[in-house]
T-cell receptor, first 114, second 114 residues
Framework: GNSVTQMEGPVTLSEEAFLTINCTYT??????LFWYVQYPGEGLQLLLK?????DKGSNKGFEATYRKETTSFHLEKGSVQVSDSAVYFC?????????????FGTGTRLQVTL | EAQVTQNPRYLITVTGKKLTVTCSQN?????MSWYRQDPGLGLRQIYY???????DKGDVPEGYKVSRKEKRNFPLILESPSPNQTSLYFC?????????????FGPGTRLTVL
């Protein structure tokens, strides 16, 4: 079956540091890939997505590139802020065109300090 | 404002006492889904619905029931809750044919079963 593996947390960074959160996946076919973010006490919000190989998703300074050859979708940000402190989930969906189950990684907690 | 709402947000109950967690969306989405979030396991799908009167099991359906009598509502029913159902529950929705399958999540319901 499908699965998503992301790096264990927590990740603690100083403000303005570079962020990478690794995500790799196992799936049949051509899944869509997502990063969701969960701020304390809130539900999940879509951060960015990519629906085909070599696509780059970007939002709020975060980026991730769909790498089919390495089955990866690593999240990066050049300069993190305290407000980026949250839990980040990598996820995949089997189908790009029809609503279906999201398969999530276990989540990576990011803490950014001054 | 487009949103998914859940009630209650917090609930403490005892083993065997039937409960219902409500979920409602105002975006006219066909697809709705329930997930539970547990430490170290990420989010796992419980049940989903592709449209009114159409529901199906996800990965962890045991001990849960759902119904979809109206398009906007998708309640989660625990007929006889047990302590292993203590978890954080999220409702999500999307259009049936959604490019990239972006799903919108509710704020979560934290359930404790004693």
């Amino acid at each position: 079956g499908n699965s998503v593996t992301q790096m264990e947390g927590p990740v603690t960074l100083s403000e303005e540091a570079f962020l990478t959160i690794n995500c790799t996946y196992t799936a049949t076919g051509y899944p869509s890939l997502f990063w969701y973010v969960q701020y304390p006490g809130e539900g999940l919000q879509l951060l960015l997505k990519a629906t085909k190989a070599d696509d780059k998703g970007s939002n709020k300074g975060f980026e991730a590139t769909y790498r089919k050859e390495t089955t990866s979708f690593h999240l990066e940000k050049g300069s993190v802020q305290v407000s980026d402190s949250a839990v980040y989930f990598c996820a995949l969906s089997e189908s790009a065109g029809t609503a279906s189950k999201l398969t999530f990684g276990t989540g990576t907690r990011l803490q950014v300090t001054l | 404002e487009a949103q998914v709402t859940q009630n209650p947000r917090y609930l403490i109950t005892v083993t065997g006492k039937k409960l219902t967690v409500t979920c409602s969306q105002n975006m006219n989405h066909e697809y709705m889904s329930w997930y539970r979030q547990d430490p170290g396991l990420g989010l796992r799908q419980i049940y989903y619905s592709m449209n009114v009167e159409v529901t199906d099991k996800g990965d962890v359906p045991e001990g849960y029931k759902v119904s979809r009598k109206e398009k906007r509502n998708f309640p989660l029913i625990l007929e006889s809750p047990s302590p292993n159902q203590t978890s954080l529950y999220f409702c999500a929705s999307s259009f049936r044919t959604a490019v990239g399958n972006e799903q919108f999540f509710g704020p979560g319901t934290r359930l404790t079963v004693l």
